[in-house]
T-cell receptor
Framework: KNEVEQSPQNLTAQEGEFITINCSYS?????LHWLQQHPGGGIVSLFM???GKKKHGRLIATINIQEKHSSLHITASHPRDSAVYIC??????????????FGKGTHLIIQP | KAGVTQTPRYLIKTRGQQVTLSCSPI?????VSWYQQTPGQGLQFLFE???????NKGNFPGRFSGRQFSNSRSEMNVSTLELGDSALYLC?????????????FGEGSRLTVL
């Protein structure tokens, strides 16, 4: 079983819709990242969370450590938001904190 | 300020050869981490270097190695290339390291192994 589960895998929505992407995990973590990847490969870090909620423009990220769940929300979605959104977490193991473990990504398409 | 620079951007090798990829982090960043991205496996963590020391290593064979220099530039090396090593290799720099701060990614080096 993958340590990081993202849903949905694919999402097509109309411009202006409120978008929610979910990330569930099964291990203890020290931090969780939300990343955005556009066609062509470039990756941009959107948020790094260890607790609570963060907001940047139209993007909001939340994390619930007890429930091992994080969500990324996009308000007033726009076609330029079309991208792959990836959840990545830094887990704790017996030897301390590990490297990053990635979800498989959510392919988001926003239609005009 | 300049972003993360990866070189070369594209390269083609044949099985059995070796390859060295370079990553120059943002000035002042001491952490460089490396990742492999393939259509089948997605993104996978290779290793992280911080102030010239390897702090974490992913689940990759010993053919994958890396190092970091005193100016924080990092290289990764893959020896005895296999077809399955064809991938986009990304590096990211961070001021304080994984889990402690924002990551800044390079554009990647796309390796094709024939």
């Amino acid at each position: 079983k993958n340590e990081v589960e993202q849903s949905p895998q694919n999402l097509t929505a109309q411009e202006g819709e409120f978008i929610t992407i979910n990330c569930s995990y099964s291990v203890g973590i020290s931090a969780l990242h939300w990343l955005q990847q556009h066609p062509g490969g470039g990756i941009v870090s959107l948020f790094m969370l260890s607790s609570g909620k963060k907001k940047h423009g139209r993007l909001i990220a939340t994390i619930n450590i007890q429930e091992k769940h994080s969500s990324l929300h996009i308000t007033a979605s726009h076609p330029r938001d079309s991208a792959v959104y990836i959840c990545a977490l830094r887990a704790y193991s017996g030897g301390g904190a590990d490297g990053l473990t990635f979800g498989k990504g959510t392919h988001l398409i926003i239609q005009p | 300020k300049a972003g993360v620079t990866q070189t070369p951007r594209y390269l083609i090798k044949t099985r059995g050869q070796q390859v060295t990829l370079s990553c120059s982090p943002i000035s002042g960043h001491r952490s460089v981490s490396w990742y492999q991205q393939t259509p089948g496996q997605g993104l996978q963590f290779l290793f992280e270097y911080f102030s010239e020391t390897q702090r974490n290593k992913g689940n990759f064979p010993g053919r994958f190695s890396g190092r970091q220099f005193s100016n924080s530039r990092s290289e990764m090396n893959v020896s005895t290339l296999e077809l399955g090593d064809s991938a986009l290799y990304l590096c990211a720099s961070s001021l304080l390291g994984l889990g402690a701060g924002e990551l800044f990614f390079g554009e990647g080096s796309r390796l094709t192994v024939l």
